[in-house]
């Protein structure tokens, strides 16, 4: 099989009648020029075998669009191997760290309806996050900053062994907070270093709450993803 360039690889990146694993669903839309010829559909289908086999997974889902519009989508291998369900382009996956980008547009919108600030201190008592929280008895914990925690830079609560999202699963989010909080302070201030954090977006995800009033959900559903047209997603 002779090498085919990253574009083409677009192009047939959502199957086709030839691949074996599952059907093509193609847009009736979608211009002419980017359907897989019968060579780029059987390239397809083996790569798509080959990233089964490689990373052992059940399958694999696939779309992509051209000027704005869906062009093309496509799923490969199974949503239930114990069932042997072959997976459909209606399954839904795990997006994962995905969702912070949504969190950050809907701290954007709040921020943009005038609710709230970048620079706010996020342990501020309006937001009632930290309550019993006095200001001088931890000023880094005190100087947070919604920037901070949007850009990881708050200085603490890495995604490491201590990630306080892994270690307390059966915690509610206020009783995670709390005991995050009074177990692993930040030890320096913020805004110094660059630290990923999974708990300063789960801060973000109930600031979004207090401010808006609404669960982060929905609060998500109704100012974000219904303008767009989605209606699928939900919290797994």
Same mark, same amino acid.
């Given at each position: 099989?002779?090498?085919?360039?990253r574009r083409?690889?677009?192009q047939v990146?959502a #199957?086709?009648?030839?691949a !074996? %694993? @599952?059907?093509?669903? #193609? =847009?009736? =839309?979608?211009p002419?020029?980017?359907?897989?010829s019968?060579?780029?559909?059987?390239?397809?289908?083996?790569?798509?075998?080959?990233?089964?086999?490689?990373?052992?997974?059940?399958g694999?889902?696939? @779309?992509?669009?051209?000027?704005?519009?869906?062009a +093309? /989508?496509?799923?490969f291998?199974?949503a239930d191997?114990?069932?042997?369900?072959? %997976?459909? !382009? /209606?399954?839904?996956f795990?997006i994962a760290?995905? =969702?912070?980008?949504l969190?950050?547009?809907?701290?954007?919108?709040?921020? /943009?309806?005038k609710?709230?600030q970048?620079d706010?201190?996020v342990? *501020?008592? #309006?937001y009632?996050?930290?309550p &019993?929280?006095?200001?001088?008895?931890c000023?880094?914990?005190?100087?947070?900053?919604?920037?901070h925690l949007l850009?990881?830079?708050?200085?603490t609560?890495p995604? &490491?062994n201590?990630d306080?999202? +892994?270690r307390?699963?059966?915690l509610?989010?206020?009783e995670?907070?709390?005991?995050?909080?009074? &177990?692993?302070?930040? /030890?320096? *201030?913020?805004?110094q270093?660059?630290a990923?954090?999974?708990?300063?977006?789960?801060? %973000?995800?109930?600031?979004?709450?207090?401010?808006s009033?609404?669960?982060?959900?929905? +609060?998500?559903q109704?100012?974000?993803?219904?303008?767009?047209?989605? =209606?699928?997603?939900q919290i797994?």
């Amino acid at each position: 099989m002779s090498p085919i360039s990253r574009r083409t690889s677009l192009q047939v990146l959502a #199957a086709s009648a030839a691949a !074996t %694993l @599952a059907p093509l669903t #193609a =847009s009736s =839309s979608a211009p002419a020029a980017l359907a897989p010829s019968s060579s780029e559909a059987a390239a397809l289908a083996a790569l798509a075998r080959q990233f089964i086999a490689q990373h052992r997974v059940p399958g694999l889902s696939v @779309a992509f669009a051209h000027r704005g519009q869906p062009a +093309f /989508q496509a799923a490969f291998g199974l949503a239930d191997e114990a069932a042997r369900v072959p %997976l459909t !382009t /209606q399954h839904r996956f795990r997006i994962a760290s995905l =969702s912070k980008p949504l969190t950050a547009v809907a701290i954007f919108l709040l921020i /943009q309806q005038k609710k709230l600030q970048l620079d706010a201190k996020v342990f *501020a008592p #309006a937001y009632g996050l930290a309550p &019993d929280l006095e200001p001088t008895s931890c000023p880094h914990l005190a100087a947070i900053s919604v920037h901070h925690l949007l850009t990881h830079t708050s200085g603490t609560w890495p995604n &490491d062994n201590r990630d306080p999202m +892994f270690r307390f699963p059966a915690l509610g989010h206020a009783e995670l907070i709390a005991r995050t909080l009074r &177990d692993q302070p930040p /030890q320096q *201030a913020p805004g110094q270093r660059f630290a990923y954090s999974n708990f300063g977006y789960c801060l %973000l995800g109930r600031l979004i709450e207090k401010i808006s009033g609404q669960s982060y959900p929905d +609060f998500v559903q109704a100012a974000i993803l219904a303008p767009c047209g989605i =209606s699928g997603m939900q919290i797994a």
